[in-house]
Structures are given as structure tokens and as C-alpha cells.
């Protein structure tokens, strides 16, 4: 069974400056993908960003890239230019490729308060 | 537009007394998920139907039952609410091939008095 660890539970960083978000996660599967969703206070969770395993190079969309290290199993989010709204719970997600409904394993979370 | 759609967003049910949570969706999707969130935990997957086929995941407790009667309707069923039940819980579906997001409603919070 995979499990994803979040160890930072809260997170703050002011207005514009930069914030990483720590992921580790353990499988015995080879390919698999890493997702990054984001839950603001009272609204659905979105995607935020995606990583194909079997791709070296790192996952960009706009202010938010990742960090993937496959081989120590670690995928952390880096959000640049922070905004008042990056403020929401940010939640690591694994998927393998070994079962059929594409299921998300979720990591605890971690929230995120971005300060004027 | 909303694309994922839980009713109500707001749920205050009895102790025991059945209560049914609902989901639709507009994306034509094959998949369909019910998650549970505790306050400030990460979401537990609960089942989903990938088109008409049921999966249950082998943690979730008997009083959780589920209906998809069609594509867009996915149902979540408590037959007998307790205090441990209280929780929000999440919809989302997903197209069904490797690598597509999932897509989730704004999901329904539980509260059981």
C-alpha cells in the first residue's frame, strides 16, 4: 500500500516571497503519478499542478513548480510570488497505475496562510 | 460553472436516523468517487463506481452504502449516522484513465446530532 507524509501541517509566508510545501511518499511501483490540490477555506479542492514519474523533468505552471527526487521519493511544491489567494489547505496525492479506478491517495495536508 | 454538484451543502441529521448525500456531475465522467474529510484530515476514500461497477474499500464500514442509478447521479447513503460519522464529504469524478485529475464537488458537511 502507498502512503504520503506531509510533515508540515501549517505554513505561513508573507505576500510575494516564496514558499515550499514538503511531500515523501513510499511505493513499490515504478510508474505512477504525483498530484499537488489545493482546498480553499469553504470551496472545492482543485488541481493545482501534476507529475508523470517516468518524466524527469519537473512539473511548471506558472508560479507553482515541484521539486520530484524519485529516488528519495520526495515531491514538494514551490509557489512563487505568493498571493492572499494561495491561502487553503494544500494536499500531496498519489496515483498508481495498478488500480483500475484511478484512486488518490492523500497526504495529511498542509496549511497554508499567505500574510499581507 | 459548477461541473461537480453536492446537495445540500449543509447536512443536520439525528443520531440513527438514515440520511442520503447526493452528487451530480456534468462532465460525462466514468468515475465516480465519495471521499470522507475530517477536520483537518486528508480525504478517506470511501468507494467508488467506475461506470456501473462498485468498489468498496475494505475500511469503510457497512453503514456507508452508495447508489449510481446513472451516469451523472452518484448517492451516498447512511443508514444509521453516528457522532463519528460527522464529517464533510467529498464528491469527484475523474474520467478514468491514468493521469487525469480528479474533479471534486464542493462536498456536503455532516453534522449528527
Known amino acids: 500500500a502507498q502512503t504520503v507524509t506531509q510533515s508540515q501541517p501549517e505554513m505561513s509566508v508573507q505576500e510575494a516571497e516564496t514558499v515550499t510545501l514538503s511531500c515523501t511518499y513510499d511505493t513499490s511501483e515504478s510508474n505512477y503519478y504525483l498530484f499537488w490540490y489545493k482546498q480553499p477555506p469553504s470551496r472545492q479542492m482543485i488541481l493545482v499542478i501534476r507529475?508523470?514519474?517516468?518524466?524527469?523533468q519537473n512539473a511548471t505552471e506558472n508560479r507553482f513548480s515541484v521539486n520530484f527526487q524519485k529516488a528519495a521519493k520526495s515531491f514538494s511544491l514551490k509557489i512563487s510570488d505568493s498571493q492572499l489567494g494561495d491561502t487553503a489547505m494544500y494536499f500531496c496525492a498519489f496515483m498508481g497505475t495498478n488500480n483500475a479506478g484511478n484512486m488518490l491517495t492523500f497526504g495529511g495536508g498542509t496549511r497554508l496562510m499567505v500574510k499581507p | 460553472d459548477a461541473m461537480v454538484i453536492q446537495n445540500p451543502r449543509y447536512q443536520v441529521t439525528q443520531f440513527g436516523k438514515p440520511v442520503t448525500l447526493s452528487c451530480s456531475q456534468t462532465l460525462n465522467h466514468n468515475v465516480m468517487y465519495w471521499y470522507q474529510q475530517k477536520s483537518s484530515q486528508a480525504p478517506k476514500l470511501l468507494f467508488h463506481?467506475?461506470?456501473?461497477?462498485?468498489?468498496n474499500e475494505a475500511d469503510t464500514p457497512d453503514n456507508f452504502q452508495s447508489r449510481r442509478p446513472n451516469t451523472s447521479f452518484c448517492f451516498l447513503d447512511i443508514r444509521s449516522p453516528g457522532l463519528g460519522d460527522a464529517a464533510m464529504y467529498l464528491c469527484a469524478t475523474s474520467v478514468g484513465h491514468l493521469d487525469t485529475e480528479a474533479f471534486f464537488g464542493q462536498g456536503t458537511r455532516l453534522t449528527v446530532v
Open positions: 507529475q508523470e514519474a517516468y518524466k524527469q
Open positions: 463506481y467506475y461506470d456501473k461497477d462498485f468498489n
